[in-house]
């Protein structure tokens, strides 16, 4: 079983709506979590941490579910620039990040 | 400029080839990582080093692929007896904390190898 698994997708939703995404994780262990942002043929960048409380970015909530072990994420009145692969990242402290292997969302006009 | 410089960004080389990939972290950056990603793939992690030294080589998919860093800055990433199964594109990320808790590599715009 991967260590991050996310739906592929793609999602392709039409400007304004909300769309979400799920990760799950399968290391209990895990201490931290991310969601990172990759754009066609660019390099990934962090979007924004996710904390057990939840967390919102303007349009973007994150939310973290440890007792089931996953995460979301949530775009609110989406953009077409939110077109992009949506990462889920986890780690276990001082090891290195392991990624997921992406949702591609859409935005269609 | 100010952000991981990696070169080449493009690679062809043939089968059994040598190949070397560089990686310029970010000025003062201690942690330097290098992951490899495939199409339709998320990034896989390969090493990391804090300053010179490797922290973690265990994602080195076996002894043809090695790296250095042996002045704490750039690193290069050295692949022998390349074959077509390497073909991906080769992240390089710097962070300025030795553990990553903080969760923000920066990565560079990779070095896309096709092995023919």
């Known amino acids: 079983r991967k260590e991050v698994e996310q739906d592929p997708g793609p999602f392709n939703v039409p400007e304004g709506a909300t769309v979400a995404f799920n990760c799950t994780y399968s290391?209990?262990?895990?201490?931290?979590f991310f969601w990172y942002r990759q754009d066609c043929r660019k390099e990934p960048k962090l979007l924004m941490s996710v904390y057990s409380s939840g967390n919102e970015d303007g349009r973007f909530t994150a939310q973290l579910n440890r007792a089931s072990q996953y995460i979301s994420l949530l775009i609110r009145d989406s953009k077409l620039s939110d077109s992009a692969t949506y990462l889920c990242v986890v780690n276990k402290g001082n090891t290195p990040l392991v990624f997921g292997k992406g949702t591609r969302l859409s935005v269609i006009a | 400029g100010a952000g991981v410089s990696q070169t080449p960004s493009n690679k062809v080389t043939e089968k059994g080839k040598y190949v070397e990939l560089r990686c310029d972290p970010i000025?003062?950056?201690?942690?330097l990582y290098w992951y490899r990603q495939s199409l339709g793939q998320g990034p896989e992690f390969l090493i990391y080093f804090q300053g010179t030294g490797a922290a973690d080589d265990s994602g080195l998919p076996n002894d043809r692929f090695f790296a250095v860093r042996p002045e704490g800055s750039v690193s290069t990433l050295k692949i022998q007896r390349t074959e077509r199964g390497d073909s991906a594109v080769y992240l390089c990320?710097?962070?300025?904390?030795?553990?990553?808790?903080?969760?923000?590599?920066?990565f560079g715009e990779g070095s896309r190898l096709t092995v023919l």
């Open positions: 290391n209990s262990a895990s201490q931290s």
């Open positions: 000025s003062g950056h201690t942690a």
């Open positions: 990320a710097s962070s300025s904390h030795g553990t990553i808790n903080t969760g923000e590599l920066f």
